[in-house]
């Protein structure tokens, strides 16, 4: 295991400029690190592992009729590609309404469970804010140049994962998806803008940098965030969005929550102005989250050939 650790932030004053700089710096260096006085109260993530355990825990015909659909991305799912692989998962996803089909699923019999999801969304939509902010400062732009793409119709959504125990774990070295054995997650990097990742003290998380992987420890009071490709995009590639992956196990199972921030639909990113001069040119066209999203999710969902990816939109 390598011994380098993605850097750890105190989020107490985040528009300190020692804070942002070692922020700056983390976003350059690895597109992830860890933040610890982040704001979200211990009882919220509590109850939101409380509410993914007792979901997990339902019988397999409870969970699928919550299920998602080829019309709905909402709800429970089992059988989840990352690059057209099968990952060693089931997840729940909620996010935001939009027209008739795509709905919040809640599943019956389960108390506190829709409030403690609804809650931790809205603790990170919060925390996330405040961390574009400061990204969007940190690349040169005026204070909340970024919040308007995040307002009332961003389509961020949380997800709760659950790894259970894994009969044949794979660990391939490089960034290859495994021949044989299983990853939790396939190496991927996240499309948003920025994901506040919860996990629990099991061990899977890892980040690629330089060539190899690095675990990103599990430590009780931190989240986990790191860059999506829309910040990339904007930052010119000042900041990339780091490939991940997660490993399964034998003996334990691993629960985890993201939190993607992402856009509205409408929202065309595209390298900000303060991050293009004549040595550096744009590196991206312009991109519509709604179509990159879309084309992403049909991959996600069934293996349709090669997944859409930022270098399908370099110039
Ligand atoms: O479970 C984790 O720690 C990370 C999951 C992840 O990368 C994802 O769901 O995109
Ligand atoms: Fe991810």
Not at 72 to 91: H, V
Not at 254 to 267: D, E, I, K, L
Request: aromatic share 12%; with cysteine; hydrophobic share 40%.
């Amino acid at each position: 295991m390598n011994a380098m650790h993605v850097p750890v932030l105190d989020l107490t004053r985040l528009d300190d400029p020692a804070t942002l700089r070692a922020l700056d710096r983390a976003c350059r260096e690895w597109g992830f690190f860890q933040v610890t006085a982040h704001g979200i109260d211990d009882h919220l993530l509590r109850d939101l592992f409380d509410a993914a355990h007792r979901f997990f825990a339902l019988p397999a015909a409870d969970k699928q009729r919550v299920a998602r659909s080829a019309d709905n991305p909402w709800g429970f799912f089992d059988r989840e590609l990352t690059k057209n692989t099968r990952d060693w998962k089931e997840i729940f996803d909620f996010g935001p309404p939009d027209g008739a089909r795509q709905r919040p699923q809640w599943p019956d019999g389960l108390p506190g469970f829709e409030l403690a999801v609804r809650r931790y969304y809205a603790a990170c939509a919060a925390l996330a804010a405040r961390l574009i902010d400061a990204i969007g400062v940190n690349l040169g732009m005026a204070p909340g140049h970024l919040r308007p793409a995040f307002g009332a119709l961003q389509t961020s959504f949380v997800r709760l994962n659950h790894y259970p125990p894994c009969p044949a774990p794979a660990r391939p070295e490089g960034v290859l998806t495994p021949e044989h054995g299983y990853l939790g997650v396939n190496h991927h990097t996240d499309s948003g803008a920025l994901t506040v990742l919860l996990q629990d003290e099991q061990p899977g998380l890892e980040v690629f940098r330089d060539g190899h992987w690095h675990l990103v420890e599990p430590l009780a009071a931190a989240l986990v965030v790191n860059i999506g490709d829309v910040v990339q995009v904007w930052s010119n590639d000042r900041y990339r969005a780091a490939l991940h992956r997660v490993l399964t196990n034998t003996s334990k199972p691993r629960y985890s929550a993201p939190f993607f921030y992402c856009p509205a639909y409408a929202t065309d990113y595209a390298p900000l102005q303060s991050t293009v001069d004549a040595a550096h040119p744009a590196r991206y066209r312009a991109i519509n989250w709604g179509e990159f999203r879309a084309r992403r999710a049909a991959g996600d969902y069934a293996d349709l050939g090669e997944e859409v990816q930022l270098a399908h939109y370099t110039v």
